[in-house]
């Protein structure tokens, strides 16, 4: 058997390896001598050194198909083409009050943004059926912040997740729903400050303090109520 030139023919380390193997059946048939059969084992070597990097699947089957998917191929990691919009977006949706404040201590900046979104689509539509990648943008996070937040938020007990698989086929959107009560009363309440009412009796201003220009005596305020004054000079008389 001609080593040499199958060792040259070789393409695969399968195919290194089947050399090899005649090589030493060879050898223990008697049919080569022990210098020979060193020698060739050192060309084996070498061949499988020389083979390996290029020993890839396209190379061991090049006439197999690859198998069709129904799924869309897998997004690569992408940024944000404004860090500091999205920075500047997160931080403002983070510090609207997307919820009660006792609440709200038990999550971090970016994850109160996602929150934020998440609560004005309940507010909107009675649930959020927006893709991760929709609400992660929305809040200026990326994909797996936004997904580590409902999931926390769900294992508090403040929301629940209903996944929509179908086999076969890409999934459809989770629809992620809030059943805290407390959370619940908070979005109704809505974002917006009510406005004093003046008529109300509640809302009293306060007396109106007047500096004195006395030697160091207070002035009373119209009121009769005495004010807080500073120590003024008297006035040329």
Partial sequence: MDFAAALEGARTLAHIDDIARDLWRVHGDGLIADADAERVAAQVEE???RIRPADTVAVRAPRVPRAASNFPPRRRHCASPDRLASRT??????????MPPALASGFTEGQRAVL???ADEVRAKGSCTLPLAAIAARAGVCVTLARDAIRLAAGDG??????????????LTNIVRIISR???????????????DPTDNRCKTLPKIVASTDKGQPKKSPNGQGGVCSQGRSGPS
């Fill in 89 to 98: 977006r997160r931080r403002r949706l983070a510090s609207s009050g997307p």
């Fill in 182 to 196: 407390e959370w619940l009363a908070w979005i109704a309440r809505g974002t917006g400050y009510k406005k004093p």
């Fill in 116 to 118: 934020r979104v998440v």
């Fill in 47 to 49: 061949a499988r050194r």
């Fill in 158 to 171: 403040l929301a629940v997740i209903i996944e929509r698989r179908r086999r076969g086929r890409p999934n």
